[in-house]
Structures are given as C-alpha cells and as structure tokens.
C-alpha cells in the first residue's frame, strides 16, 4: 500500500508534497481536498525566485536564482520535461541527471555531504561534480553543463 501512495501522493520529501505542502498521508484514512497551497519557488523552500529578466545562453534554461538554493543542498529541478538535480557544493551549482543509475531513485531528494549525493532508495553515493557513482564505480549519471548568468544558474540539456 505504500508504494500505491508514493504514486499518488508523491515522496514525503518529494516535488508534490512540497509544492502542495503536504507530505503523503501517513494512514488510509481520506485526506480533505486543500483550499490552497502555496506554488512555485516558495513552495519548494527556495530563498529566491528564478530571475524573469534573464536571456539564457543557447541551449540554456534558467533554473534557479544563483542565491535560493543555499551551499550544501540539492533539490530536482523539470526543465524540458527532463527531471535534473541541481546542486550547489562550495558555491558552485552542479546538475546531474535525477535518476539513479541503481533503482531509478530521485537524487534531487537525496543528502548531500561534501560533493557527494546519496540516492534516499537504496543509498548509492554519487559524486555531483562528475557524475561518478561511488558506490559501484562502473555506473555513473549524466552531467549537465551549468552557467550563471547575472543572477540566474542556467543548465543545458
């Protein structure tokens, strides 16, 4: 029943429940519809909204504000109906693929020590700034090239 509610409830620590502002309901018991919810960068704790008045370089989205997202955190980001996490270690963003090579997990939901991300499924480490899986070095996940442009952090796909 648990996987059943994750489907529809989202992750507790997840995209839904943090724009909605609700983690999935802990019992089965019907939940009321919310009257309102809070959306966009508020609702994902960000500190700042993406700049509007950014133009990105080619092949380019603007993501983020380079300051909402504080050092030493990581949170998935859609861009292009791609899900990316996006990281920001030392002061510098990084963005690698949301997936986790092992089970599919959401890296965007994971902890983040140092440079290091551990996927909340099955804990396989990845290294943010190259992609490499530290838990079995044969696997990795993709890297996207990030830019900061003004105040805006732009990722390619």
Known sequence: ?????????????GLRARLFGKPA???SAPRAPEASFETGEKALGLRKEAP????PPDGFEVV???DALPDGQIIEVIMGGTSVAVARVDGVHY???N?????GGPLGDGKLAGSTVTCPYHGWKYDVTTGRCLTDTSASVKTFPVRIVGDAVCVQL
């Open 1 to 13: 029943m648990s996987i059943l509610k994750s489907l529809l409830h989202g992750r507790p620590n």
């Open 25 to 27: 309901p802990s019992s």
């Open 52 to 55: 509007k008045d950014v133009t």
């Open 64 to 66: 983020l504000h380079k």
């Open 95 to 97: 963005a690698i693929a």
């Open 99 to 103: 997936t986790c090579a092992h089970a």
